[in-house]
């Protein structure tokens, strides 16, 4: 089985695999970045980070959750682990079914919970910058580095495949695509998967 059909093997009814994600897996593929880790298969973009891709699903979303409602995580499929505290990253169906990229905090480290980006080239853009880990929205405002205050990797092979492949340009910042960064603790959130989440929590 291909890496790009073990995600879509793991995604909920309704969700497809975007044609761009299907472009990286198979690229990841065949540049030797698809490693094992304890049977699960990890997609290294960029290389060298805490962020990587793995074909999770919602098989344990009813931890983060609270609750084994399909309705609930029936709507994120895990794509992967944004950070060393156990963060990740998903597809949501929003209210009129389409997909989004979104954050789902550890709860014991991150707590950022919102959409990332709403377009797939976007969210290979975000990765593309070179963050070490994607969780922290404090860090969102300034461009990671080796060397700097924010823990960055370097992977110009991967930068380059993304500018190349979709003609884009990668940002400088987080900022620049993740447009509203709320968390769980925020009380009147804007974004749209934080309210969505907020919904939840105070249903009775």
Known sequence: MSFADEFRAVLCPGMSLPNEFEQL?????????????????????PRGAEFYFMPEGN????????????????????IARTGADGSMAGI????????KFVHLGSGSGSTLTCVLAADPVDFLRL????????????????????????AGVDDPEYREWVTSTFSVEIPETASEIVKQPDEMQTKEPRDEFCRWLAAIIDKP
């Open 25 to 45: 897996f198979n690229w990841l593929e065949r540049s030797g970045r698809v490693v094992e880790h304890h049977g699960v298969r990890h997609g290294e973009a």
């Open 127 to 150: 990765t593309a910058i070179g963050y070490d880990e994607l969780c922290w929205p404090f860090e969102f405002d300034t461009a990671p580095s080796a060397d700097g205050d924010v």
């Open 92 to 99: 949501w169906l929003d209210g009129s079914g389409g997909q």
């Open 59 to 78: 098989q344990y979303l009813h931890h983060w959750f609270g609750t084994d409602d399909p309705k609930v995580i029936g709507r994120v499929s895990i």
